[in-house]
């Protein structure tokens, strides 16, 4: 079982960026699956950006596109979430996830994802 930290949130004004990091320890995230998921309050918790393991895709959600991207580091075991020109909307607790599942193309929902971190609370406002 991974545990995952995430870290790099905090208070940005709008049109700012940030950049959010997701570290693993007790395994090697190149083979998992890796999600960004994030949760406002009152709100479900929704995928934002996923990237597979078995195929060299990514996959960002609608609100997200153009914003926002996901990458890995293998050698630092770290998956990264990179946001630019965040809205007040965005504002959010933002989870990184893993899973082992195969998939053809990344899988931007929360079934498959079997270890998740502790979140990082992400402001977005002036």
């Known amino acids: 079982q991974l545990q995952l930290v995430e870290s790099g949130g905090g208070l940005v004004q709008p049109g700012g960026s940030l950049r959010l990091s997701c570290t693993a320890s007790?395994?090697?995230?190149?083979?998992?699956?890796i999600g960004w998921f994030r949760q406002a309050p009152g709100k479900e918790r929704e995928g934002v950006a996923c990237i597979s393991k078995d195929v060299p895709r990514t996959k960002l959600a609608d609100s997200v596109v153009g914003r926002f991207s996901i990458s890995r580091d293998n050698a630092k075991n770290t998956v990264y979430l990179q946001m630019n020109s965040l809205k007040p909307e965005d504002t959010a607790i933002y989870y990184c996830a893993a899973g082992t599942f195969f998939a053809v193309e990344p899988l931007c929902v929360q079934f498959p994802y079997e270890d998740w971190g502790q979140g990082t609370q992400v402001t977005v406002s002036s």
């Open positions: 007790g395994g090697t995230l190149e083979n998992h699956n």
